[in-house]
T-cell receptor
Framework: EDKVVQSPLSLVVHEGDTVTLNCSYE??????LLWYKQEKKAPTFLFML????IEKKSGRLSSILDKKELFSILNITATQTGDSAIYLC???????????FGQGTTLQVKP | DAGVIQSPRHEVTEMGQEVTLRCKPI?????LFWYRQTMMRGLELLIY????????DSGMPEDRFSAKMPNASFSTLKIQPSEPRDSAVYFC??????????FGPGTRLTVL
């Protein structure tokens, strides 16, 4: 059965800290892995990863994929209160095109 | 680009009533997805369409749920009859061939 597991489920840090969110997966015919940020509305797209070892970066956020070990990490440096959100990891199977979501990591950044 | 458009944004109804949620995908996207999100179960895929054809509806919880996509720019998700346990936020998302999905703002459904 295809599945995506994120850890930790929740995290509380202070502004300026660096956080690493983890996502491991098992999926038939992997196509891509996506990271989303969800605040009090719809998930917004962060990154799509298809190749191992190539870091994607956007400002203070970065992500990398390891297709051999079947995981990805999302790093946030110098966290701000605006980073508080649920971070969702999802994997696309090339068989179905469906997104299989993890349960999410709830990040709270305190001032 | 207006993004994925959903309506209504909020819906409050009574148990037993029919509910219809609407979605307009991003122009040019060939896949459309309906999701439901609750605190208990997180984000669940209900059904998805590719080129207006339903591909996988295994996530549709019961026969009370049905979805249609009569053309490339419109889809509906209908619940008839609705029940309190259907209360959730329902998201529609669309995707080009690359697989990246763009979500609509969601419809918050409350069934009393």
């Amino acid at each position: 059965e295809d599945k995506v597991v994120q850890s930790p489920l929740s995290l509380v840090v202070h502004e300026g800290d660096t956080v690493t969110l983890n996502c491991s997966y098992e999926v038939t015919n992997f196509r891509s892995l996506l990271w989303y940020k969800q605040e009090k509305k719809a998930p917004t797209f962060l990154f799509m990863l298809t190749s191992s070892g190539i870091e994607k970066k956007s400002g203070r956020l970065s992500s990398i994929l390891d297709k051999k070990e079947l995981f990805s990490i999302l790093n946030i440096t110098a966290t701000q209160t605006g980073d508080s959100a649920i971070y969702l990891c999802a994997v696309v199977s090339s068989n179905t095109g469906k997104l299989i979501f993890g349960q999410g990591t709830t990040l709270q950044v305190k001032p | 680009d207006a993004g994925v458009i959903q309506s209504p944004r909020h819906e409050v109804t009574e148990m037993g009533q029919e509910v219809t949620l609407r979605c307009k995908p991003i122009s040019g996207h060939n896949s459309l997805f309906w999701y439901r999100q609750t605190m208990m179960r997180g984000l669940e895929l209900l059904i998805y369409f590719n080129n207006n054809v339903p591909i996988d509806d295994s996530g549709m919880p019961e026969d009370r749920f049905s979805a249609k996509m009569p053309n490339a720019s419109f889809s509906t998700l209908k619940i008839q009859p609705s029940e309190p346990r259907d209360s959730a936020v329902y998201f529609c998302a669309s995707s080009p061939d690359s697989g990246e999905q763009f979500f609509g703002p969601g419809t918050r459904l409350t069934v009393l």
